[in-house]
């Protein structure tokens, strides 16, 4: 399974969040952003909902953290 993560951190906190996500051994790229957002995990799983479910909660739980989206992609 594969899913992105837009994560919006508080003012100043970019970088704090930052190397907390890195922490997460399922974020296999994480990126800075310009815009709306201010970085961008991916995350690669075997394909299982509930274990991207976890992950999700994990990262929403970091301190500095605002708000995310969480796309989730499909195999062609």
Not at 67 to 74: A, E, F, I, R
Request: net charge negative.
């Amino acid at each position: 399974m594969l899913a992105f993560v837009l994560i919006k951190a508080e003012p100043s906190q970019e970088h704090r969040v930052y190397t907390k996500l890195l922490e997460i051994p399922e974020v296999s790229e994480l990126n800075p952003l310009f815009g709306e957002y201010d970085l961008i995990a991916k995350i690669e799983l075997e394909d299982d909902v509930h274990e991207l479910s976890e992950i999700i909660e994990k990262i929403r739980s970091l301190e500095g953290i605002i708000k995310t989206v969480t796309l989730t992609g499909v195999k062609f």
